[in-house]
């Protein structure tokens, strides 16, 4: 087997093995990613908290969000379930799945799953340029 390996890497085969992920592999990863929640209270504060904050009554607040048993949409609250109504909206929700990356998804998610969502918008998140790395 060693032998076979070897002969695979010396043939060429390091960039077959070295492949990226298939798209279920990614999809699975992208729903147990753990994200930064610091960064997804900057994209919270930038993308979500004008609908979702507590004074704007615009849309449920999200404050322990995982405290409840389910989403408006009837769904478990679940990082999964999260993470599909971030990338997919509904009737009086945007779709963010061309404007945020699955990493800032992942990111957004970790935040919720704190519980201490929202902002204090006299109080802002320290680097609202999330996109700065």
Known sequence: M??????MLSAGGLAK?????????????SRTAKGDSQRGEAIFYIKCNFCHAEIAKL???LKELYQRSKLVTGKPVNDEAVSEQIKNGSERMPSFRYSLNDAEVADLVSYLREGK?????????ANPQYRNR
Do not use: K
């Open 2 to 7: 060693a032998l076979a390996l070897c002969g």
């Open 17 to 29: 093995a070295q492949a990226a992920p298939s798209r279920s592999q990614a999809a699975t990863a």
């Open 117 to 125: 969502c929202c902002p204090d918008p006299e109080n802002p998140p």
């Open 59 to 61: 849309a449920p607040s």
